[in-house]
């Protein structure tokens, strides 16, 4: 069962990020800011809960979140500093958006880079534990998934609406046929 706070008397913040390991398309992360009261009886982490919920679930946690941010890598990035570099600089980007500043952030994972003297908590599987990270997980996916959706109509071939970039068999194969895109991160094996 997820659970509201870490630490009741802090402004906490949820971070998760979405498409690590990708072989196209941005890494995604999202920072939200839930009041400490929220519960939900569907939020949960975003691999766990159907696609078709996700959007109507996404704008729900919108629309209740005290701050909410959403940035991301590109390909470009992640060729040039790597994945996990490249999820930290997303990290970043969106708890630099946030309207309010947090005091203590959860982040869903075992490794994160230290970010403006802010304490932070590593939590594996933290987006299952704590309603900000499952909140956050789930903004990113629906925003990256619809982002690869779109992407997939200029290359379909590449059949990003239903692999969202990760390596499927289809995948791959497209890249062997007809080569690399813009969206493509170079340094992934295929």
């Known amino acids: 069962?997820?659970?509201s706070s870490f630490t009741p008397d802090l402004i906490e913040v949820g971070v998760d990020e979405v498409g690590r390991g990708c072989l196209a398309g941005n890494?995604?992360?999202c920072a939200v800011i839930l009041p400490k009261d929220f519960t939900h009886n569907l939020l949960k982490d975003s691999?766990?809960?159907p696609k078709k919920l996700h959007a109507s679930l996404a704008q729900e946690i919108k629309d209740v979140a005290l701050a909410w941010a959403i940035a991301e890598a590109t390909p470009a990035e992640i060729d040039k500093v790597n994945i996990l570099q490249a999820t930290y600089l997303a990290m970043h980007r969106a708890l630099d958006m946030l309207e309010i500043v947090p005091e203590l952030i959860l982040v869903d994972g075992n490794r994160f880079?230290?970010?403006n003297f802010i304490p932070h908590n590593c939590i594996v599987k933290g987006d299952n534990k704590f309603f900000a990270i499952a909140a956050a997980s789930i903004i990113a996916k629906n925003y990256r998934d619809e982002q690869m959706e779109n992407l997939a109509l200029q290359f379909p071939e590449y059949d990003w609406d239903k692999n969202v970039g990760y390596p499927t068999?289809?995948?791959k194969e497209a890249i062997k046929t007809h080569g690399f895109t813009e969206w493509h991160r170079l340094t992934f094996k295929v």
């Open 1 to 3: 069962m997820l659970i």
């Open 27 to 29: 890494v995604v992360a």
């Open 169 to 171: 068999k289809k995948h």
């Open 113 to 115: 880079s230290p970010y």
């Open 47 to 49: 691999k766990k809960i």
